[in-house]
């Protein structure tokens, strides 16, 4: 069945530093979608990818999909203390439709 | 507005005993979600609903049960709880199967 990977599982920064996070998945997605979960916190949408090469932009944060949707990414430039939490991924094959979750990245960053 | 609302927070049981969490959506969403959250376990699907009066399994359906007689109610059942099953508990609600979905707090819940 289809699968989303993501890593690395854990990243520790010191403030101000860049952050990155990666999202594989198995199957071609018709769509990604990254989520952050603040501790103790539920995940919170942030934004949906759908097209080949796609990259957007919210601030610090930078977002891609890979030319073949099969893979994306995330980078934080610059990290804050406010960005500490789990960044999960979540994909939908093509032709499916039920999103799979990645298992997530979790960000400790050091002020 | 309260998009979705989970019901209780957190619940201690013993082993064997059962319960029923309950979520509510105000958005009139068609699809609804169960997930639990374990440490390093991200989220694991275990029931999901795609209208009114449907069910079914996600990647880990076992020692659980659901119902969605209300299309704004999605309420999961634990018949004989085990401490393997002490997890957060999360329902999540979206448009359809490939939109957004929107959380609720979650329960905690622990089984001793």
């Known amino acids: 069945g289809q699968q989303v990977m993501q890593i690395p599982q854990y990243q520790h920064v010191q403030e101000g530093e860049d952050f990155t996070t990666y999202c594989n998945s198995s199957?071609?997605?018709?769509?990604i979608q990254w989520y952050k979960q603040r501790p103790g916190g539920h995940p919170v949408f942030l934004i949906q990818?759908?097209?080949?090469?796609e990259v957007k932009k919210q601030k610090r944060l930078t977002f891609q999909f890979g030319e073949a949707k099969k893979n994306s990414s995330l980078h934080i430039t610059a990290t804050q203390t406010t960005d500490v939490g789990t960044y999960f991924c979540?994909?939908?094959?093509?032709?499916?439709?039920?999103?799979?979750f990645g298992a997530g990245t979790r960000l400790f960053v050091k002020a | 507005n309260a998009g979705v609302t989970q019901t209780p927070k957190f619940r201690v049981l013993k082993t064997g005993q059962s319960m029923t969490l309950l979520c509510a959506q105000d958005?009139?969403?068609?699809?609804m979600y169960w997930y639990r959250q374990d440490p390093g376990m991200g989220l694991r699907l275990i029931h999901y609903?795609?209208?009114?009066?449907?069910?079914a399994k996600g990647e880990v359906p076992d020692g659980y049960n659901v119902s969605r007689l209300k299309k704004q109610n999605f309420l999961l059942g634990l018949e004989s709880a085990a401490p393997s099953q002490t997890s957060v508990y999360f329902c999540?609600?979206?448009?359809?199967?490939?939109?957004?979905?929107?959380f609720g707090p979650g329960t905690r819940l622990t089984v001793l």
């Open positions: 609903s795609v209208g009114e009066g449907t069910t």
């Open positions: 199957t071609t997605l018709s769509n």
């Open positions: 990818l759908v097209k080949s090469g």
């Open positions: 979540a994909g939908v094959s093509t032709g499916g439709f039920k999103t799979i």
């Open positions: 999540a609600s979206s448009y359809t199967g490939f939109d957004t979905q929107y």
């Open positions: 958005m009139n969403h068609e699809y």
